[in-house]
């Protein structure tokens, strides 16, 4: 299954799928604070990727919330793991959008000043930290169209969604926006 949106001369594409067997120049990782590797994607990009992913997050120390920061890709086809790090989803009112949608565009200006051409994202937060996926697929959606509307240096953004649920509601909220 995949979706497709030309945004400028940039594509917007969604996919179901796993994110570690992406060929995009740089992945994402939804990561905790501390950069300490845990369950989900991020347990699955450092397993995929090998130890040198480890030791550049040790070497980095942590990354707040909401912020991003990049790695080698290891032993992934993606050449460079961007780690940015969600929110914990608590009731809505605890800043979550604004954290949710700083992760997204901090990823995408990191990826900007490196010269990439091209990144996949997961649905970051909706796992473990608990974001309705609905919403967090609006925030993600929307802060990438944003973006490509305004820039026009990364040519591919892809969304890899783990499962069909997730998917389908990431292209119900794309329909709704575009
Ligand atoms: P968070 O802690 O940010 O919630 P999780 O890893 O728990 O992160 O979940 C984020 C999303 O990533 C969930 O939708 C989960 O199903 C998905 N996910 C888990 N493994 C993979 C994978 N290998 N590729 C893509 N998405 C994945």
């Known amino acids: 299954m995949a ?33 300490a590797g845990g369950a989900g994607v991020d347990g699955a990009i450092h397993r995929m990727g090998g130890p040198a992913i480890m ?4 070497k980095i120390g942590g990354c707040p919330t909401g912020q991003a920061v990049i790695t080698t890709g290891g032993n992934l086809k993606a050449k460079y793991v961007i780690h940015t790090v969600g929110p914990v989803y608590k009731d809505g009112t605890k800043g979550e959008a604004k954290l949710l949608k700083s992760a997204h565009l901090e990823s995408l200006k990191l990826a900007s000043s490196r010269g990439l051409k091209s990144i996949s994202f997961p649905a970051i937060s909706t796992g473990v930290y608990g974001y309705p996926v609905n919403e967090a697929a609006n ?3 929307k802060t990438v ?8 240096d990364i040519e591919l953004v892809r969304f890899v969604l783990f499962g069909n649920e997730t998917y389908d509601i990431f292209s119900e909220e794309l329909r709704k926006l575009i």
Do not use: F, M, P
């Open 139 to 141: 925030i993600a959606l």
């Open 55 to 58: 030791k550049e997050c040790r």
């Open 3 to 35: 979706a497709e949106v030309k945004i400028n001369e940039s594509i917007l594409s969604l996919v179901e799928g796993d994110i570690t067997n992406e060929n995009t120049d740089a992945i994402v990782n939804a990561a905790n604070a501390r950069l």
């Open 145 to 152: 169209i944003d973006y490509l509307q305004e820039h026009t």
